[in-house]
């Protein structure tokens, strides 16, 4: 039996007109390309209706185009090993996820999807990235990217370059295996030595207390102290000053560098305007480079972290600690040796200047420099 196509043709239309009026607030008819195809045939409709479907079609590609862009790949390098990571490129600086350094670093990933926060974290390290953010939490210090972190297809993307130098200080760096060497000839050069450098003197009294007790008598007697200790264990130990005169600062520098120290510590008491800040603080070059530090300053960095981190747990017996922190002072950016400077407390606190008029306070402190010292040696023979 025969039959006409003509009704079939007109019901087929009517049918896709009727679905298209009842989804069009769903989607387009357009937007899927059998449709646009199906109406214009049974339609008999003008190929425009397709030109339209088209358009989208490139306008489409032209916003996922920039995704075609990640196939360069760059390395991140830690504790871990390697890890080859796809990168984007944004303005001049190249963004890799944040997860890589987790993976090469063998961190722990945290993520808070209500605060759009990601924290990597170990035993001793806390880092937290903020999604639109330049903030990064390093160990509850704020530190600043160039430019913000981005969210791309669901991942944190952060700055390659800035984010490697924030993540270098915190893991010691692989080294290859020591080669055997012939025994040489033994060296003038001591064991192990120390450079201790009490802070100010003579015209340069530093900060003052309320009774008239001066920074620099302190400083100068504390440093006394560590000097004695360390000799009774057979540690060499050099002062920039000995007495109540005035160093200058590249002089200490000078005085350092000629002694070829293992350790430099630059002894120091605090002071503030508002009375009620307490504790102590050490501080360390975290921005060393090799122009101003020389070659080992990779090595450096990392030791004096670590002498940092030992001065602050055993000063932190006897007096509350404000943590380790990064700082720029002369005698600290021009080393190339591992480099510390310990505020021993504030002057200006009613109690801890009390304490610092102390001399077994004082012996207390001068002992847990002593530790922290004979500790660092023991872990890096």
């Given amino acids: 039996m025969h039959i006409d196509d003509e009704p079939s043709k007109k019901i087929s239309v009517q049918r896709l007109a009727y679905s298209v009026q009842k989804n069009k607030n769903r989607c387009d008819c357009f937007s899927c390309p059998l449709?646009?195809?199906?109406?214009?045939?049974?339609?008999?409709?003008?190929?425009?209706?397709?030109r339209t479907f088209m358009r989208k079609i490139l306008c489409s590609i032209l916003l996922f185009f920039p995704l075609l862009l990640e196939a360069q790949t760059l390395t991140v390098s830690g504790l871990k090993g390697s890890v080859q990571v796809p990168t984007r490129t944004?303005?001049?600086?190249?963004?890799?996820?944040a997860s890589s350094f987790a993976?090469?670093?063998?961190?722990?990933?945290?993520?808070?999807?209500?605060?759009?926060?990601?924290?990597?974290?170990?035993?001793?390290?806390?880092?937290?990235?903020?999604?639109?953010?330049?903030?990064?939490?390093?160990?509850?210090?704020?530190?600043?990217?160039?430019?913000?972190?981005?969210?791309?297809?669901?991942?944190?993307?952060?700055?390659?370059?800035?984010?490697?130098?924030?993540?270098?200080?915190?893991?010691?760096?692989?080294?290859?295996?020591?080669?055997?060497?012939?025994?040489?000839?033994?060296?003038?050069?001591?064991n192990f030595v120390v450079v201790i450098d009490p802070g100010h003197g003579g015209y340069d009294i530093?900060?003052?207390?309320?009774?008239?007790?001066?920074?620099?008598?302190?400083?100068?007697d504390v440093a006394k102290r560590v000097r004695d200790k360390l000799s009774s264990y057979g540690i060499q130990a050099t002062m920039t000053r000995s007495r109540d005169v005035f160093v200058g600062l590249p002089?200490?520098?000078?005085?350092?560098?000629?002694?070829?120290?293992?350790?430099?510590?630059?002894?120091?008491?605090?002071?503030?305007?508002?009375?009620?800040?307490?504790?102590?603080?050490?501080?360390?070059?975290?921005?060393?480079?090799?122009?101003?530090?020389?070659?080992?300053?990779?090595?450096?960095?990392?030791?004096?972290?670590?002498?940092?981190?030992?001065?602050q747990y055993h000063t932190g017996k006897t007096v509350r600690s404000r943590g380790v922190k990064d700082a720029r002072y002369f005698v600290l950016k021009n080393a190339t040796y591992p480099a510390i400077l310990l505020e021993m407390g504030f002057i200006t606190h009613a109690w801890e200047e009390k304490n610092l008029n102390n001399p077994k306070h004082r012996d207390k402190l001068a002992q847990a420099?002593?530790?922290?010292?004979?500790?660092?040696?023991a872990r890096n023979k």
């Avoid at 449709?35 to 397709?50: F, G, K």
């Fill in 251 to 311: 002089q200490r520098v000078s005085i350092a560098k000629s002694a070829r120290p293992n350790l430099f510590i630059s002894i120091h008491t605090n002071a503030a305007r508002n009375r009620n800040v307490s504790g102590t603080e050490i501080f360390y070059y975290a921005q060393a480079n090799i122009r101003q530090n020389g070659s080992s300053y990779q090595q450096n960095r990392l030791k004096s972290y670590q002498l940092a981190k030992l001065v």
């Fill in 369 to 377: 420099i002593v530790q922290s010292v004979l500790d660092y040696k």
């Fill in 90 to 97: 944004l303005g001049s600086l190249a963004f890799v996820p």
């Fill in 35 to 50: 449709n646009a195809v199906r109406y214009c045939i049974l339609a008999q409709h003008p190929l425009s209706c397709y």
């Fill in 103 to 190: 993976q090469a670093y063998g961190l722990q990933e945290i993520w808070n999807s209500k605060s759009k926060t990601l924290v990597l974290q170990s035993p001793q390290t806390k880092i937290a990235f903020r999604a639109s953010s330049t903030c990064v939490w390093v160990n509850g210090k704020i530190l600043r990217l160039p430019t913000r972190a981005k969210m791309v297809n669901g991942r944190l993307f952060i700055p390659f370059e800035s984010s490697s130098k924030i993540f270098s200080p915190f893991h010691r760096v692989p080294t290859s295996p020591k080669k055997e060497t012939p025994p040489t000839p033994p060296s003038s050069k001591p």
């Fill in 206 to 220: 530093g900060a003052r207390d309320r009774k008239g007790l001066n920074e620099k008598d302190i400083n100068l």
